[in-house]
């Protein structure tokens, strides 16, 4: 049998498990179209089954197309204030399954902000977590990838990450930033899911002849582990699936290798199990 290692902090965290569950519940219980403000987590299988059951994923955009009596789910990496406040103008029912981590970041940003401190958020500007914690800031937020921002920086800052950004990068930003201001905030926001899966996967990555890092493309967690995963091990594959797999490497090169299986935050079990089971071959074990 194949020698494949599975991470043990792989696939769903507690944010991801609660907002699918949750939402799943929900339309069990008043059995009618539910929307989601963007894709409720990074996984196109995921999104699949949720549309199976009358779950559909609409933008931000669309907020002006619903109705008073429409159901909305705001998901785990949160929106900003105003996206809030407009829902609620619009009289539409909300629910709020923003992720617990990434609501106390809101609230931590909302009461320094209005304390006066400037936000600084380490981030990918384009991530809708990110974005919606600037929303809590008047989107006055200098958003950076760590190390110090350009231009002025005031002298009372708050800083705060991502929640699935890598600790070098908020490392490094607190200490350029400890050298620049007089007076900084910091809170390390990154959750202890992502942090446990990083320092796995650098080990396991060591330890492995050839990493497997299963999930979506636009897994911001899922091409962290991936980018760590590759440091350490350049036969890393990054797979949203195992038919993905099998198109950057054989079954059978696989099974030659001491292998790691690691895989992002909105990976679901039966992606793993599909992968783990063909790798060892014991596919009629699969899910």
Not at 56 to 85: P, Q
Not at 153 to 174: D, G, H, M, R
Not at 222 to 239: D, G, P, Q, R, V
Request: charged residues 25%; aromatic residues 6%; contains cysteine.
């Amino acid at each position: 049998m194949a020698d494949v290692t599975l991470a043990k902090k792989a696939g769903f965290c507690f944010g991801v498990k609660k907002a699918v569950d949750e939402v799943i519940d929900l339309q069990n219980r008043i059995n009618t179209k539910i929307y989601t403000l963007g894709p409720l987590i990074h996984n196109k299988e995921v999104l699949k089954r949720l549309e199976e059951n009358n779950i559909f994923s609409i933008d931000i955009s669309d907020i002006d197309k619903l109705n008073a009596s429409d159901t909305v789910v705001i998901r785990s990496h949160g929106v900003g204030k105003a996206v809030i406040d407009k829902l609620q103008e619009k009289q539409i029912n909300i629910v709020d399954n923003t992720c617990p981590f990434v609501k106390a970041i809101h609230n931590k940003v909302e009461k320094y902000y209005n304390e006066g401190y400037r936000i600084i958020i380490v981030g990918d500007d384009k991530h809708p977590e990110v974005i919606g914690i600037n929303g809590w800031c008047n989107n006055t937020a200098l958003i950076i990838r760590g190390g110090r921002p350009e231009g002025y920086i005031p002298n009372k800052v708050c800083l705060v990450s991502q929640t699935t950004e890598k600790f070098q990068n908020y490392q490094k930003a607190l200490v350029d930033l400890s050298n620049t201001c007089k007076e900084i905030l910091a809170f390390n926001t990154i959750c202890n899911a992502t942090k446990e899966r990083q320092e796995e996967v650098s080990k396991l990555s060591i330890e492995s002849e050839t990493m497997v890092v299963l999930g979506d493309r636009s897994s911001s967690n899922t091409k962290k582990l991936f980018e760590i995963s590759k440091s350490s091990c350049n036969n890393t594959f990054l797979a949203e699936n195992y038919e993905d797999l099998l198109s950057q490497i054989s079954i059978e090169d696989l099974r030659k290798h001491k292998v790691g299986v690691t895989a992002g935050a909105s990976t679901p079990d039966w992606v793993i199990n599909k992968v783990i089971n063909e790798i060892k071959g014991d596919s009629h074990n699969g899910k």
